[in-house]
């Protein structure tokens, strides 16, 4: 660099802003996954009301098919009345045999009706039960969603007040930091997704985690400038023991 800086002073106060910056990368991140989960929540409660009107759906299909079921069995009924009217007017018994077998024939469509009616009033019975729950069910999806969303609501609102707080203190950092070494820092921090300074592991860099020669880690100790590694464009710095 061309100017002469404290590269310890400039490390601690690297370290310091990456906290910051660590933290508010983590709560943007959070921020942007929270109106999916929102949105999640949403598709599955409307799943649930599809199941609903499905239910609906199938209750009034059964109710129209009995309604068929009943005007048929009405039919029927004025039918034999008809004929049984007929039945006396009738004056060989072989019409009368005929007609006679037609009354049964009449009349047995109509017992088949009858059956019919009755199994489908049955089913109507189920499909109404079914309604039934779905519909509890949508009620405690319902208060489930609203209560969800009321905690994610609290969540963003505690997100963002922690974002302001941490941009506050980041603006009390910034102007201790070189002019030069900071709009490299933002630079890399941009580009790395919020992570531009990372500490030595032995003799790994901790941000891409590969080995780093050794001259390179007799640089970084005598802090005559700062490091950066050579593939993944990091700031490095050894923690200091303490005490």
Partial sequence: MAEKIDVTAQINILIKLQDIDAQIYRLNEEKLVKPQEIARLDTEFKEKTADLKKAEEK????????????????????????????????????????????????????????DEILVLMDEIDRAKLDVAKEKEILGQEESQLKEKQKQVKIQLEEIDKDLQRLAVDRQVILPQADAAVLKKYEKILASKNGLALVAVNGDACQGCHMNLPPQVINQIKLKHELIICENCTRFLYINEPAG
């Fill in 59 to 114: 209750f009034t299909a059964l109710q129209l098919k009995k309604k068929e079921k009943e005007g048929a069995l009405s039919t029927k009924e004025d039918q034999i009345r008809k004929f049984q009217t007929q039945l006396s007017q009738i004056k060989t018994n072989k019409e009368y045999s005929a007609m006679q077998h037609e009354i049964e024939s009449h009349k047995a469509d109509k017992s088949i009706t009858e």
